[in-house]
């Protein structure tokens, strides 16, 4: 048996980067069966048997670290959240659906990449500085101009990162920044929806300075209805502090009464942009949920 991490999966084909070299594996008829309802993702660390003729075996799918849901990529160090400045405008509430999407898959470090910066008429550093103070790092770049883009070099280093976010930002345009060789495919934003085209067609990791690079398809819509939403406020950074601090255990800090956190928005030491998309995203978790039961009943 050998290990190796699944690079890309297409076409019900894994490639499995191993000692060996780069090896095209199938599943194993009785682990399919039993894999998890995720599959086998890009980033999986997994055994396999080699065949004579060079192809492999995938026998067992190892134990992950973390699993970024959608786009689905395991075992991650970083997840870099990349929106545009502009062309598309960047929506708050897309922005904080991202955020506990990562919060929630469990990545131990997670970056704000702002990109098209050269089109932004303000003061650089003001934008997002909310969410800087929160306690997320925000580069802000421009792969236009080149600007930033040393100090995204920089942050990649070692690391196995995911660049996920909505189409027509700029991802692999970025990339290609970072590294000319990926010469990753990419394509221009919609001038009658204001949406760019998925030139990212799956989930593939591509090795850069001693880690990986996973360019994923753009999207701008997610399913976070399986969240627990006793734990959604955990994936409020800022919330923590005040946990165990509200009249009522469980609180949902949305209607109760002597509740910590909307005092501490009120006091203005949590903004009104995150609690409001805290509670729209509550409550669209709470009606998916609902709606689901209802499925299960009939």
């Not at 998890?36 to 997994?46: A, E, F, I, L, N």
């Not at 996920?164 to 001038?191: E, F, I, Y």
């Not at 995150?274 to 978790?285: C, G, M, S």
Request: proline share 6%; charged share 25%.
């Amino acid at each position: 048996m050998v290990e190796g991490r699944i690079i890309k999966a297409y076409n019900s084909f894994f490639y499995v980067m191993t000692e060996e070299g780069l090896v095209s594996c199938k599943l194993r008829g009785k682990f399919k069966k039993s894999r998890r309802d995720t599959g086998v993702v890009p980033g999986d660390r997994v055994t396999i048997e080699l065949l004579p003729e060079g192809t492999g075996v995938i026998e067992q799918l190892l134990p992950r670290k973390n699993l970024l849901r959608r786009p689905a990529v395991a075992n991650l160090t970083q997840v870099v959240l990349t929106f545009a400045a502009a062309q598309p405008d960047l929506h708050p509430l897309l922005l904080n659906r991202f955020l506990v999407l990562a919060e929630w898959s469990g990545i131990p470090k997670i970056i704000l990449c702002v990109n098209k910066m050269d089109l932004y008429e303000g003061v650089w550093e003001d934008f997002l500085r909310p969410y800087e103070e929160i306690g997320y790092p925000v580069l802000r770049v421009s792969a236009h101009t080149g600007e930033g883009i040393e100090t995204l070099r920089r942050h990649l280093r070692g690391e196995v990162s995911v660049f996920a976010g909505p189409s027509g930002v700029g991802k692999s345009s970025l990339l290609n920044q970072v590294d000319p060789a990926l010469t990753l495919t990419t394509g221009k934003v919609s001038d009658k929806i204001k949406r760019g085209r998925h030139t990212t067609r799956v989930a593939e990791l591509l090795a850069y300075e001693g880690g990986y690079i996973v360019d994923t398809p753009g999207f701008s819509a997610m399913e976070l209805t399986e969240i627990d939403t006793a734990k959604l406020p955990s994936y409020f950074p800022e919330f923590r502090p005040y946990e165990g601090r509200c009249r009522f255990s469980p609180c949902s800090h949305s209607h109760e009464p002597d509740c910590a956190v909307k005092a501490a928005v009120a006091e203005g030491k949590i903004t009104q942009e995150r609690y409001d998309a805290y509670v729209q995203i509550l409550e669209e978790v709470k009606a998916a949920q609902m709606l689901a039961r209802k499925k299960e009943y009939k």
